[in-house]
């Protein structure tokens, strides 16, 4: 007979999975570790002797619960105060944060996963990052095995018009301290030769944080916005650690040891984007 021990190992071996899923799905490494709580707490609670396949039945009351938990989600960003930013997340110990492959994990792949509907979420997710069969992932969703292949699509082809090549770590690093130390300086033309025409700059402060609290766009509205803070006290004793969040190099501010923000830059030859994340509450991950 079956014993909360052995429970508690099934439940310990696919626990990384669990959490890969509910981080991808929404965004939050918090959110996401409650949600796993709740299916550890149903798995103890369930009558497990008629589950055949427990790692199975553990992902799809993930993903269940994470779509359910998605959409009350983007219905409270609705209010959130200035842009939002996923929660970044160190994966130095863990580059694809439980599944087959890094995908659906940067914090600028993230961003763009927000303008799909939770189940097509949820179908990228399991397809591009677990690589799901797509007759399991239309059980999983409660859908046709046709359906579930066009959320798969559809959500590919949004993230294929909306962002541009991945780019190589290396080149993203050199990006990131390039900008950087432009910033540091307040150099208004290095900053302008780093970021591409259409730039777009991201900062989540949650109206916890100062930041602003509208999306900036275009090379020299971005590089001036950029300067300003240069010429405010925001570096002023700052340490800058390079890191590995979400599969990618992201910088981290630290003051006096403790980690008050996160800057990564998504990009090819250019800056595309630029994302701060200074709202203590998601930090917690970093």
């Not at 439940?11 to 409650?34: H, K, N, T």
């Not at 409270?76 to 996923?86: A, H, I, K, Q």
């Not at 432009?182 to 780093?194: F, I, K, R």
Request: with cysteine.
């Amino acid at each position: 007979m079956e014993t909360l021990d052995d429970a508690t190992e099934v439940f310990a071996q696919v626990r990384p999975r669990l959490f890969g899923i509910a981080y991808r799905m929404l965004g939050s490494a918090v959110d996401a570790e409650d949600l796993v709580q709740d299916v550890w707490i149903r798995w103890q609670t369930c009558d497990r002797s008629v589950v055949e396949n427990p790692a199975a039945y553990l992902a799809t009351t993930t993903t269940r619960l994470a779509i359910n938990a998605t959409q009350s989600a983007y219905a409270r960003r609705e209010s959130y105060v200035g842009p939002w930013l996923p929660e970044p997340v160190d994966t130095s110990a863990d580059p694809q944060l439980g599944a087959e492959r890094a995908a659906a994990l940067e914090l600028g792949v993230l961003l763009l996963l927000e303008k799909l509907t939770p189940n097509e979420r949820a179908a990228y997710v399991l397809r591009e990052a677990f690589d799901y069969p797509y007759e399991q992932i239309a059980e999983i969703v409660q859908t046709t095995e046709v359906t579930a292949r066009q959320y798969v699509s559809r959500a590919r082809k949004h993230l294929a018009a909306e962002r541009k090549a991945p780019v190589d770590p290396s080149e993203q690093r050199r990006l990131l301290t390039a900008f950087v130390q432009a910033a540091q300086a307040g150099d208004l033309s290095a900053l302008e030769e780093l970021f591409a025409e259409d730039v777009v700059s991201y900062s989540d402060g949650g109206g916890v944080a100062r930041a602003t609290k509208y999306v900036v766009t275009g090379a020299v509205a971005v590089a001036k916005l950029v300067r300003a803070w240069g010429s405010s006290d925001f570096w002023d004793g700052l340490e800058m650690e390079l890191a590995v969040l979400n599969g990618a190099p992201g910088m981290v501010l630290k003051k006096a040891g403790e980690t008050v923000g996160v800057v990564a830059v998504d990009g090819a030859t250019h800056i595309d984007q630029v994302m701060w994340v200074i709202n203590p509450q998601k930090l917690t991950a970093v």
